[in-house]
C-alpha cells in the first residue's frame, strides 16, 4: 500500500511543513544509501578488500574522465526509461514489473520493423522514426494490456506483467531463432543488423546515443503530466483511493490504461535505443535486467519522474564501474551485482521510516492552515 | 514409425518431467506455504540461484552431496528469512522486497560461485527405477533422484497438516484474515515470517538439485527464472500443495516438449513450449480472476488476489 501514498500527499500552503517533507523525502533515501554503502564496506572488510579503494574506483570509473561519464550516462539512459516504466504505473498504485518484456519486445519490434525499410533503402531518419514509433506503441500495448486486464477483469497486474515480460522474450526468441533469423548470426541467433548508416548517432558534443536525451525529456515531460495537469491529479487520486476517484466519476479506466499505456511505451523506447544505438539489432542481449534494475531506480526516485533522472545516473555510474572494479581488485564483475542488491534491500527496508521520525513530523494544530 | 517417433516422444518428455519437474516443486511448495500464510516472495528466485551455488560449493568442499544439499536449504532459509523480517516492518512492500531480495540472492550468487564454475563438485546418485524394462530410453527416463520423492511425500504432509494440525489451522487462518488469527490470540507476524523462512528453506532444497543433479554443474545462467515461476506454479495449483506437485510435473513436461521433439527432428516453437506455463497460468488467472469458485481457494489476505 506504500506505492498508492506515495503518489498522493497532501499539499499544503505551509512551507515550513512542505520543506519538513521535502526534507524528508530526501534524507531517508540518502540515509539508506549512506546505509548501504556502510554495510557493503563491511561485506568488503570481510572478505578482505580495501572499502575505500572500492569506492574510490567506483568514482573513478563512474566520473573520473570524460569517457567514463560517457560510459556512466550510456549506462543511465535505459535505467531511466525503465524507471519511469515503473513510477507512472506506481503513481496510480499499480505494481508494475514487466518492463523487461516491454523493453524486449520493444526492441525486437522496432529491429524486425526496419528489415524491409532498410532493404528498400528508406531514408534513416524515417525508419528511425517508425522503429521508435512501433517500439513505443508495441510496448504501450504490452503494459497497456496488463492495465486493462486489471481494470476490467481484476486481474492483479504485478504478477500478469511478470508473466507477459516472459511470453514477451518467448516471442523474440521464437522470431530471432526462426523466421527473422540472420543466417550470418552463427553463435548468437539475431535478427538482420540495421546497418551502420541506420544506427543513431551521438548527441551533438558528446558521445553518448540521444536515448539519454530521450530520457531527460520524457522524465520532464511526464512530471508535469502527472504533477501539474488535470489527468495527473486524477492519476494520483486514483492511486490514493481508487474507490473515491470511482465514486467521483474519474474515467478510472482510461486512466489505469493510459498509466500503463505509458510505462510500456517507455520501456519499449528503452528497447529501440538499445537495438538502434547500442546492439545494432535484436537478441538475447536485449534481456540485460534493465527493467528490473529500473524498479530500482523508481523506488529510490521515490516515484517521481524529475528524480529518476539523477537516481539512473548514479546506477549508471555504478554498473560503469563494475570493469574498473574487476580489472584493478580482481573482484568477480559481481561485485557490483551485491552492492546494487544491498541498496535495493535496505531502501526498501528504509520506507518503514517514513513518517515515524519525529523530526520531520510537524506539530498538529498550529502548523494547520 | 509413426508410432515409435511418439513413443520417443512421450518417453523424452516424462524423462523431461522427472527431470525438471523437482526444482519446481521445492519452489512451488515453498511458495504455497508463504503465500497460505497471506504473504508473497517473489525473491524464491533468489533462494534458488543462492542455495544452486552454497549446494555445489559445499559439495565441492566438503566432498558430501547431501551436506550441499543442506547447506543450500540452510542459505535459502537466511534469504526467506531476511524477506520475512523486513516484510514484518510496516509500509514496507512485499512484492518489491522480493524482487530486491531476488537481485541481492543472485548478486552473492554469481559473487562467491565465480570460484566454482571451473571445479567438479560430487553430484547426487539417481536411483534407478527403469533397469526392469528392458528399454533403454525408459530406463533412462526413469532415472529418479530422491529429491523427487522428497517433494512428493513433503507435499503429502503438507496437505496433511494443513488440513489437520493445529499449525496447519493457525497458517491458514492468518493467510485468510489476520484479523481472526490476531483475535485468537496468534501473532500473525510470527507466523509469516517463519512461514517465509522455511518457504525459502525449501527453494534453497530445489536450487540444490540444479547444480547438484540436473542441469548438475553451477553456472550464472543456472535458473532462466525457475524461482519466478513459481509465483505462477502456485496461482496455477490454487494453493493446494498435491496440485503443486501435478502443476511443478506439467511445467517440466511443457518444457521437455521442446528438446523431445528436437530429437526426433523437429525444431519449430521451442520457445513456445518453454512459455507454455506462463500462457496457462495468465488465462487461468483471466478465467478465475472474479469467479467465486477460485475465491474460496485464495488466501483472503494475500495482495496479489485483491
Known amino acids: 500500500m506504500t506505492i498508492a501514498n506515495a503518489g498522493f500527499e497532501p499539499r499544503t500552503r505551509n512551507p515550513n511543513v512542505r520543506t519538513l517533507k521535502l526534507a524528508e523525502t530526501v534524507v531517508i533515501p540518502v540515509g539508506a544509501l549512506v546505509a548501504s554503502a556502510l554495510l557493503f564496506s563491511l561485506f568488503l572488510l570481510v572478505i578482505g578488500q580495501s572499502p575505500i579503494d572500492f569506492f574510490a574506483l567506483v568514482w573513478v570509473g563512474g566520473f573520473g574522465s570524460a569517457f567514463s561519464i560517457q560510459n556512466t550516462l550510456q549506462r543511465a539512459a535505459p535505467l531511466m526509461l525503465t524507471g519511469l516504466a515503473f513510477a507512472v504505473p506506481a503513481r496510480i498504485g499499480l505494481t508494475i514489473i514487466g518492463g523487461e518484456g516491454a523493453l524486449v519486445l520493444g526492441g525486437f519490434a522496432a529491429a524486425a520493423i526496419a528489415i524491409p525499410l532498410v532493404s528498400s533503402a528508406v531514408a534513416p531518419g524515417i525508419t528511425l522514426a517508425i522503429m521508435a514509433i512501433t517500439a513505443m506503441l508495441v510496448g504501450g500495448c504490452w503494459i497497456g494490456l496488463a492495465g486493462w486486464l486489471k481494470h476490467y477483469r481484476g486481474v492483479n497486474e504485478t504478477i500478469s506483467s511478470l508473466l507477459l515480460s516472459y511470453i514477451a522474450i518467448a516471442i523474440m526468441n521464437f522470431f530471432v531463432e526462426g523466421a527473422l533469423r540472420d543466417p550470418a548470426s552463427a553463435n548468437k541467433p539475431s535478427t538482420m543488423p540495421i546497418g551502420d548508416a541506420y544506427r543513431i548517432g551521438p548527441m551533438p558534443f558528446s558521445d553518448v546515443h540521444w536515448g539519454l536525451g530521450a530520457g531527460v525529456v520524457l522524465a520532464v515531460a511526464l512530471y508535469i503530466l502527472m504533477s501539474r495537469t488535470t489527468f495527473g491529479f486524477a492519476a494520483r487520486m486514483t492511486g490514493g483511493n481508487p474507490r473515491a476517484a470511482l465514486a467521483q466519476g474519474l474515467p478510472v479506466g482510461f486512466l489505469v490504461i493510459t498509466c500503463c499505456a505509458i510505462a510500456g511505451a517507455c520501456a519499449g523506447l528503452a528497447g529501440f535505443f538499445e537495438v538502434a544505438a547500442i546492439h545494432g539489432q535484436a537478441n538475447a542481449s536485449l534481456v540485460a535486467g534493465y527493467g528490473f534494475t529500473g524498479i530500482l531506480v523508481a523506488f529510490l526516485a521515490r516515484h517521481n519522474p524529475l528524480a529518476v533522472v539523477p537516481v539512473a545516473i548514479l546506477f549508471g555510474a555504478i554498473a560503469a564501474a563494475g570493469g574498473l572494479v574487476q580489472r584493478r581488485m580482481g573482484m568477480p564483475d559481481a561485485t557490483v551485482l551485491v552492492l546494487q542488491g544491498i541498496i535495493f534491500v535496505v531502501l526498501l527496508t528504509s520506507e518503514t521510516l517514513y513518517g515515524r521520525i519525529k523530526f520531520f513530523q510537524p506539530g498538529t494544530g498550529a502548523d494547520r492552515t | ?306
Not at chain 2, 178 to 194: E, H, K, Q, T
Open chain 2, 1 to 306: 514409425m509413426m508410432d515409435s517417433a511418439v513413443i520417443t516422444v512421450l518417453i523424452a518428455m516424462l524423462g523431461g518431467a522427472i527431470r525438471v519437474s523437482t526444482p519446481f516443486m521445492f519452489v512451488g511448495l515453498g511458495e504455497c506455504l508463504t503465500e497460505k500464510s497471506g504473504r508473497i516472495n517473489l525473491g524464491l528466485e533468489g533462494n534458488l540461484v543462492l542455495g544452486a551455488m552454497t549446494a555445489y560449493a559445499v559439495s565441492y568442499l566438503s566432498g558430501n552431496a547431501w551436506l550441499g544439499v543442506l547447506a543450500a536449504g540452510g542459505s535459502g532459509l537466511f534469504l526467506g528469512a531476511l524477506h520475512g523480517y523486513i516484510c514484518k516492518l510496516p509500509k514496507v512492500n512485499d512484492i518489491a522486497v522480493g524482487i530486491a531480495i531476488m537481485s541481492f540472492g543472485t548478486g552473492l550468487a554469481f559473487f562467491f560461485g565465480k570460484p566454482f564454475i571451473q571445479p567438479t563438485a560430487p553430484r547426487l546418485d539417481a536411483i534407478a527405477l527403469g533397469d526392469w524394462t528392458g528399454n533403454a530410453a525408459l530406463a533412462q527416463a526413469l532415472q529418479v533422484n530422491p529429491l523427487f520423492f522428497v517433494g512428493i511425500v513433503l507435499a503429502i504432509v503438507m496437505r496433511w497438516a494443513f488440513a489437520n494440525t493445529r499449525w496447519g489451522l493457525i497458517v491458514r487462518m492468518t493467510g485468510d484474515s489476520a484479523a481472526s488469527a490476531r483475535a485468537m490470540g496468534v501473532s500473525v507476524d510470527w507466523v509469516r515470517f517463519l512461514a517465509t523462512a522455511a518457504g525459502g528453506f525449501l527453494a534453497g532444497i530445489g536450487g540444490a538439485f540444479l547444480s547438484l543433479y540436473y542441469p548438475g554443474s553451477w553456472n550464472q545462467g543456472l535458473s532462466s527464472g525457475q524461482g519466478l515461476m513459481a509465483v505462477a506454479l502456485v496461482i496455477f495449483a490454487r494453493w493446494d500443495p498435491i496440485r503443486c506437485i501435478w502443476a511443478a510435473l506439467l511445467f517440466g513436461a511443457a518444457g521437455a516438449i521442446g528438446p523431445s521433439l528436437q530429437s526426433i527432428g523437429i525444431s519449430q516453437g521451442y520457445y513456445f513450449f518453454n512459455a507454455a506455463p506462463y500462457i496457462l497460468t495468465l488465462f487461468i488467472m483471466i478465467a478465475s480472476a472474479r469467479s467465486k469458485g477460485a475465491a474460496r481457494e485464495v488466501p483472503g489476505e494475500l495482495s496479489i488476489t485483491k
